[in-house]
C-alpha cells in the first residue's frame, strides 16, 4: 500500500504565504510525477502544479510567478510553496502521485487527503 500524507495548510492574510508538504510512505520502487490540485467549495477540482522525476514543472495560469513546487526524492515528498497569498486561492488542496508500488509492473496513481488552505481579506 502506498499511504500520502499532507500538511501545512492554514489561514492566512492576502499576501502571506504557506508551504504545503506531501509525503508518500509505503513499499515503493519509484515515483514519477508528482502534482498538486486543489478544490474549493462548489468548485470543480483544478489542477495547480506538477514536477516530474527529471524536475520539470508546469504551473496553472492563476498561480504562475506565485506558487513553486519541489520535490525531494530522499524523502519522498513533494512541496507546493504558496505567496502572495489570494482569497481566490482558498481551498482543500491534495497532492497526487504516480509511483510504482513494489510487486506492481505499473505505476499507479494516489491522492492525498487534502490539507484546508484559507486565505481572508
Known amino acids: 500500500q502506498v499511504q500520502l500524507v499532507e500538511s501545512g495548510g492554514g489561514l492566512v492574510q492576502t499576501g502571506g504565504s504557506l508551504r504545503l508538504s506531501c509525503t508518500a510512505s509505503?513499499?515503493?520502487?519509484?515515483?514519477?510525477?508528482m502534482a498538486w490540485y486543489r478544490q474549493a467549495p462548489g468548485k470543480q477540482r483544478e489542477g495547480v502544479a506538477t514536477?516530474?522525476?527529471?524536475?520539470?514543472?508546469t504551473y496553472a495560469d492563476p498561480v504562475k510567478g506565485r506558487f513553486t513546487i519541489s520535490r525531494d526524492n530522499a524523502k519522498n515528498t513533494v512541496y507546493l510553496q504558496l505567496n502572495a497569498l489570494k482569497p481566490e486561492d482558498t481551498a482543500v488542496y491534495y497532492c497526487?502521485?504516480?509511483?510504482?508500488?513494489?510487486?506492481?509492473?505499473?505505476?499507479?496513481?494516489?491522492w492525498g487527503q487534502g490539507t484546508q488552505v484559507t486565505v481572508s481579506s
Open positions: 514536477v516530474t522525476s527529471g524536475g520539470t514543472t
Open positions: 497526487l502521485v504516480t509511483a510504482r508500488p513494489t510487486g506492481v509492473l505499473f505505476s499507479r496513481t494516489f
Open positions: 509505503g513499499s515503493i520502487v519509484s515515483i514519477n510525477t
